[in-house]
């Protein structure tokens, strides 16, 4: 499995468990492009599943970057090492 995140606003990131990562997903009427990953985590205290990083399709790049340093500090698959 992959763990994927949502990354939706600076208040709003969910994540779940899909099987493939593809290019394009569409969650709740949006369409999320994949934006990193999936990639496998280092070994930490535990074990971790692959991590995809998912943005709406409508964000520039500029702006993915700053929605995912925005969140980094909350959610602890965007800030493992790989």
Do not use: C
């Amino acid at each position: 499995m992959i763990i994927a995140v949502f990354l939706d606003t600076s208040n709003n990131v969910r994540t779940e468990h899909v099987a493939e990562a593809p290019e394009l997903l569409q969650r709740d009427g949006h369409w999320y492009s994949l934006r990193g990953g999936p990639r496998q985590p280092q070994p930490t205290d535990r074990a971790w599943d692959p991590v995809a990083v998912y943005a709406s399709d409508e964000l520039t790049e500029e702006e993915f970057q700053d929605l995912f340093e925005l969140n980094r500090k909350r959610i602890p698959e965007l800030n493992l090492k790989y």
